[in-house]
């Protein structure tokens, strides 16, 4: 890139081109082309914007499973999912539940806790559109969450909360969701908030039969209160 800038600038304030007097047209014309041939694609890149979801179809469905399961009843009208998924450490000693003595007949794939390791290195922005529930999805954000609690979890804050969301039953968390080699084995945390003293956390192997997830193990679970 160092060269190429070299030379655009030669092109501007001589204005020639093998010893010849160039037009202004012909100047910018070469610009074009020698910008073209030095950096193919760097028109289109800057271009291009972001047209898929980090998050996978497989998680949604996984996430809209297990929402479902935990979070839904039949008086709920609105689930409020964190828009940044989480990793959770049940403890100041960076607790890893798949690491304790297996459970009989229990074995965790280690390519599961690999990738679960690797995605849940960083937070990721949720999509609502791909989650499949059967009632309304909103993404809370961190900023929302700021103007709402300041850091602060007591019974005024939450009042706030559920001024702004009536309808909801305080809002939910996930992770990222590791899977295994074979796409058989996966595990995640969810977990909610409700008001002071009440939410959970959960942290789950799941398995799939035929084209159905469904929780093998409940391996972690924190309420708070």
């Not at 690797?118 to 559109?129: D, F, H, I, S, V």
């Not at 954000?141 to 001024?163: M, N, Q, V």
Request: glycine share 8%; aromatic share 10%.
């Amino acid at each position: 890139m160092r060269s190429t800038r070299v030379e655009v600038k030669l092109l501007v304030s001589d204005g020639h081109i093998g010893g010849k007097v160039m037009t202004k047209g012909a100047i910018l014309l070469g610009l074009i082309v020698i910008l073209t041939v030095s950096a193919p694609g760097a028109f289109s890149a800057r271009q291009a914007q972001p047209s898929s979801d980090p998050v996978s179809d497989e998680e949604y469905e996984i996430y809209s499973s297990v929402i479902k399961q935990q979070y839904i009843q039949n008086n709920t009208k609105q689930v409020i999912v964190e828009e940044r998924t989480f990793r959770y450490d049940f403890s100041i000693d960076n607790d890893e539940p798949w690491r304790d003595k297996p459970k009989k007949g229990l074995t965790i794939d280690q390519s599961a806790i690999e990738d679960y390791e690797a995605k849940n290195g960083q937070k990721w922005l949720l999509n609502k559109t791909s989650f499949k529930l059967p009632v309304k999805v909103s993404l809370i954000t961190d900023l929302d969450l700021k103007a709402i609690f300041h850091g602060h979890w007591g019974e005024l804050e939450w009042i706030d909360f559920y001024r702004k969301y009536p309808d909801s039953r305080g809002f939910v968390m996930v992770s990222r969701i590791g899977f295994n080699t074979a796409h058989t084995q996966a595990l995640m945390y969810v977990g909610s908030r409700c008001g002071p003293g009440c939410g959970d956390l959960h942290f789950l192997l799941l398995e799939k039969s035929g084209a159905v997830w469904s929780t093998k193990k409940e391996l972690r679970k924190k309420d708070f209160g």
